[in-house]
């Protein structure tokens, strides 16, 4: 079975780094590639980018290039995302998906149940 | 632009069939996935780029596209269907964009 187990709900303040994690099991981690979205609060979904863990190749969002960092390590099966620099602004729900490649086209089959960042003085 | 465009909300009585739009030029090329985001919970796929439903999502969800037009179907809506939908695809770039979602109300 399938599963992407993210790490627990986080509180910061400005100016504060921050990594969390994304925990898979249940298939080959190495060959599928990993994607990160966020969710700020009352709205929409945001895709800020993915990671193939195989070879911790990247791609980000333009929008989001530069404001994060992913990583994996696969000795674990763990993705994750990180800030060094939190903002007020980066507070919200942060979810991994199993990113799927088929027919040209992308889609997302297994998400994580979401992180929380809270970003607060 | 990239950009998907979604009805910010739609309403349907119970039982009845309605039909959620995504529209955006990269659907000329590239296919849309469906998620459902229920209050408080992880958007979970309903529809992939092949219009397939993941095992367990019932057969009354469908899907389908038509120019730059890619819809969700509901047919026979029922209680627990009220949620967020989201859309997604990719642009010619292989950036991932999504929709800004639709509310059902059943």
């Known amino acids: 079975e399938v599963q992407l187990e993210q790490s627990g709900a986080e509180v910061r303040k400005p100016g504060e780094s921050l990594k969390i994690s994304c925990e898979t099991s249940?298939?080959?981690?190495?060959?599928?590639?990993i994607a990160w979205v966020r969710q700020m609060p009352g709205k929409g979904l945001e895709w800020l980018g993915i990671?193939?863990?195989?070879?911790?190749?990247?791609r980000y969002s333009p929008s989001f290039q530069g404001q994060v960092t992913f990583s994996a390590d696969k000795s674990i099966t763990t993705a994750y995302l990180q800030w060094s620099s939190l903002k007020a602004s980066d507070t919200a729900m942060y979810y991994c998906?199993?990113?799927?490649?088929?027919?040209?086209?992308?889609?997302?089959?297994?998400w994580g149940q979401g992180t929380l960042v809270t970003v607060s003085s | 632009s990239s950009e998907l465009t979604q009805d910010p909300a739609v309403s349907v009585a119970l039982g009845q069939t309605v039909r959620i739009t995504c529209q955006g030029d990269s659907l000329r090329s590239y296919f849309a996935s469906w998620y459902q985001q229920k209050p408080g919970q992880a958007p979970v796929l309903v529809i992939d780029v092949k219009t397939n439903r993941p095992s367990g999502i019932p057969d009354r969800f469908s899907g389908s596209r038509s120019g730059n037009t890619a819809s969700m179907t509901i047919t026979g809506a029922q209680a627990e269907d009220e949620a967020d939908y989201y859309c997604n695809s990719r642009d010619s770039s292989g950036n991932v964009v999504f929709g800004g979602g639709t509310k059902l109300t059943v």
């Open positions: 990671i193939y863990p195989g070879d911790s190749k990247t």
């Open positions: 998906a199993r990113h799927i490649y088929d027919s040209g086209s992308y889609y997302y089959d297994y």
């Open positions: 249940g298939y080959s981690f190495t060959t599928y590639w």
